[in-house]
T-cell receptor, first 115, second 111 residues
């Protein structure tokens, strides 16, 4: 069964360092998303991406964040200068249809720990 | 800003019982609704989607939608310990460009 894959599964970094989280969406999907979940809290939307551009971004997705689809398979989330409060699980998701009917399929997540 | 509200629980039921999970949403114009299951430390996994008023059944799971009252529920029949997880309700945002999740209800099924 096709799945969304994410790397790394866990990354520890120092405050102020740049981090890149990588995702390979399901191959025939066209809509891509990043969500984050701080430990014990809700799954929060960060950004959606379609046709090589951002469709929507939340208030969380400030200038420290960027997304890119550098080739036909990868979808990356970059945090330019990490803060302690960026520590969270980051989930990539993809869909073969846009909202409001598209079902999101999630990767296993990348846990980011900022020290 | 769309809101999705869920009782965080925990909801505790004995094995074999029916578990009922509820979700209310703020935007009367919402057209599609999703239930996800999230095991501790894992990613959300889609269980069901529902778009029309009424019930939709899939195995032991039944989603119920009442647009007039702006709630959607998930019933789990014959609950099993393996159903113990957090159940997330999600609706599309205003622009239809993402899903917005509730905080989730934690279900505990005891054997």
């Amino acid at each position: 069964e096709p799945e969304v894959t994410q790397t790394p599964s866990h990354q520890v970094t120092q405050m102020g360092q740049e981090v890149i989280l990588r995702c390979v969406p399901i191959s025939n999907h066209l809509y891509f998303y990043w969500y984050r979940q701080i430990l014990g809290q809700k799954v929060e939307f960060l950004v959606s991406f379609y046709n090589n551009e951002i469709s929507e971004k939340s208030e969380i997705f400030d200038d420290q964040f960027s997304v890119e689809r550098p080739d036909g398979s990868n979808f990356t989330l970059k945090i330019r200068s990490t803060k302690l409060e960026d520590s969270a699980m980051y989930f990539c998701a993809s869909s073969n249809r846009g909202q409001p009917t598209g079902e999101l399929f999630f990767g296993e997540g990348s846990r980011l720990t900022v020290l | 800003q769309k809101e999705v509200e869920q009782n965080s629980g925990p909801l505790s039921v004995p094995e074999g019982a029916i578990a009922s999970l509820n979700c209310t949403y703020s935007d009367r114009g919402s057209q599609s609704f999703f239930w996800y299951r999230q095991y501790s430390g894992k990613s959300p996994e889609l269980i069901m989607s529902i778009y029309s008023n009424g019930d939709k059944e899939d195995g032991r799971f039944t989603a119920q939608l009442n647009k007039a009252s702006q709630y959607v529920s998930l019933l789990i029949r014959d609950s099993q310990p393996s159903d113990s997880a957090t159940y997330l309700c999600a609706v599309p945002n205003q622009a239809g460009t993402a899903l917005i999740f509730g905080k989730g209800t934690t279900l505990s099924v005891s054997s």
